[in-house]
């Protein structure tokens, strides 16, 4: 059986990893101070019907609320006029009036700008965000996600005998300088709603006007080689970290 160890997560609670958890973590703090990383052959497999292979050029050392803020210029300035052409070979959106679309596309407008005043406001107050900070926790710079149970109706972290939690992932957030398709993939497809598929062209056209923050994963059989702070890691080198999830 593995040997867990305590930490003590930036907000107090104490949180239990496995050895390789924690090695990631302290690997991953001292990353954020070089910044620069390069993952090849990558294959991920969230949202993908056939995975892709791809090799990443990222960035782990910025600052989220700077991000943020560019994120929030870059929407406000994005106009019905910039999606409304994209929406002639949707299935739902396609039927919809000129009318009935520039509503959509206003409400949904709104409802993101909303979200990231909160986030740069610090408002935790929401429902949605108050689950977040329940069930995920800061090591440092780097962020985990908790083991959960769903507690009437709503998720909560598995606190044990102890009164401590233990660490179901550990989060690699990034941002994309670069990506090359090695082997093209398929996404699935998702029966999303209109206004979904409104706020997914408004997030498009987002992502090409400001930089996205996005999650990596990295497991023993996803990738074929990740370099950071000029040192290579290959798979078999994660050999001990067969239950960890970076993503």
Same mark, same amino acid.
């Given at each position: 059986?593995?040997?867990?160890?305590?930490?003590?997560?930036?907000?107090? +609670?104490?949180?239990?990893?496995?050895?390789?958890?924690?090695?990631?973590?302290?690997?991953?703090?001292?990353?954020?101070?070089?910044?620069?990383?390069?993952?090849?052959?990558?294959?991920?497999?969230?949202?993908w #019907?056939?995975?892709?292979?791809?090799?990443?050029?990222?960035?782990?050392?910025?600052? /989220?609320?700077?991000?943020?803020?560019?994120?929030?210029?870059?929407?406000?300035?994005?106009e019905?006029?910039?999606?409304? #052409?994209?929406?002639?070979?949707?299935?739902?959106?396609?039927?919809?009036?000129?009318?009935?679309?520039?509503?959509?596309?206003?409400?949904?407008k709104?409802?993101?700008?909303?979200?990231?005043?909160?986030?740069?406001?610090?408002?935790?107050?929401?429902?949605?965000?108050?689950?977040?900070?329940?069930?995920?926790a800061?090591?440092?710079?780097?962020?985990?996600?908790?083991?959960?149970?769903?507690?009437?109706?709503?998720?909560e972290?598995?606190?044990?005998?102890?009164?401590?939690?233990?660490?179901?992932?550990?989060? /690699?957030?990034?941002?994309?300088?670069?990506?090359?398709?090695?082997?093209?993939?398929? +996404?699935?497809?998702?029966?999303?709603?209109?206004?979904?598929?409104?706020?997914?062209?408004?997030?498009?056209?987002?992502?090409?006007?400001?930089?996205?923050?996005?999650?990596?994963?990295?497991? #023993?059989d996803?990738?074929?080689?990740?370099?950071?702070?000029?040192?290579?890691?290959?798979?078999?080198?994660?050999?001990?970290?067969r239950?960890?999830?970076?993503?």
């Amino acid at each position: 059986m593995t040997q867990l160890m305590t930490v003590t997560a930036n907000d107090g +609670r104490k949180v239990k990893l496995t050895p390789a958890q924690a090695q990631a973590v302290k690997t991953l703090n001292a990353a954020r101070r070089g910044g620069c990383a390069a993952v090849k052959g990558y294959v991920p497999t969230s949202n993908w #019907e056939v995975s892709p292979i791809q090799d990443i050029q990222l960035l782990t050392n910025f600052s /989220v609320a700077r991000l943020y803020q560019r994120r929030l210029e870059a929407l406000k300035a994005i106009e019905f006029a910039d999606v409304v #052409e994209k929406v002639s070979g949707d299935e739902k959106l396609g039927n919809m009036t000129i009318p009935e679309l520039k509503k959509l596309f206003d409400d949904r407008k709104a409802m993101l700008i909303g979200s990231l005043e909160k986030s740069l406001d610090g408002d935790r107050d929401d429902a949605h965000r108050a689950a977040h900070d329940r069930c995920y926790a800061h090591i440092g710079e780097v962020k985990v996600h908790l083991d959960t149970e769903k507690v009437n109706g709503a998720m909560e972290p598995v606190v044990d005998s102890d009164g401590e939690v233990k660490v179901k992932t550990v989060m /690699v957030n990034y941002l994309e300088l670069n990506v090359k398709t090695v082997k093209a993939g398929k +996404r699935k497809v998702v029966n999303s709603g209109a206004p979904v598929r409104m706020g997914n062209l408004i997030e498009s056209c987002l992502n090409k006007r400001s930089v996205g923050l996005r999650t990596l994963s990295l497991k #023993e059989d996803n990738f074929q080689e990740f370099k950071i702070d000029n040192r290579v890691i290959e798979p078999g080198e994660l050999e001990d970290f067969r239950d960890l999830l970076l993503g």
